[in-house]
């Protein structure tokens, strides 16, 4: 799999073209073994063996490959990016999908109206697909070790 050319002069309007430059950083750089970069995020092998193949206008190499894994992408059918996920990074990435909830605004209107807390945090409140699943599955949500209880405890005449 290759990252198109996404110059405006080869294609007038490149989905990834931005502020001048490719957002998603094609053509990498040539290098020789895969390496982890200074953010946690890898730096793949991209040798620089003289392996060209021609498209159109636009000689293609090492550094417009995407990284892919070939049986993913022969058993689906379909283009599958794949990296490696091993950063804090890209695992807090990975969680803020998994977990994201819709989108929520909150307003307030300056008054003398009493505030509902209850009814604002039920408004709020948002459980996704992946919560869902472990509640409808009853699985722990968190482990607490030792065991936690809250305990009813009331001052006297209250």
């Not at 053509?27 to 991209?46: H, N, Q, S, W």
């Not at 490959?65 to 091993?86: Q, R």
């Not at 804090?88 to 300056?110: C, N, P, R, W």
Request: proline letters at 6%.
């Amino acid at each position: 799999m290759v990252h198109g050319r996404c110059l405006p002069e080869i294609d007038p309007s490149p989905k990834c073209w931005a502020d001048g430059k490719c957002s998603k950083r094609y053509p990498k750089e040539f290098c020789e073994v895969t390496i982890f970069g200074e953010d946690g995020y890898p730096l793949y092998a991209r040798p620089n063996n003289g392996c060209t193949f021609q498209k159109g206008n636009y000689t293609y190499d090492n550094k417009d490959v995407v990284p892919h894994n070939a049986y993913l992408t022969a058993k689906y059918k379909c283009h599958i990016n794949v990296e490696i996920c091993t950063s804090i990074d890209s695992v807090k990435y990975i969680h803020k999908y998994i977990y994201k909830g819709y989108d929520y605004t909150t307003m307030e209107i300056a008054g003398d109206q009493e505030r509902d807390e209850i009814r604002e945090y039920l408004d709020a409140q948002f459980i996704g697909s992946a919560e869902s699943c472990w509640h409808i599955f009853e699985f722990s949500m968190h482990a607490e070790f030792p065991t936690v209880y809250g305990l009813p405890v009331h001052l006297p005449d209250q």
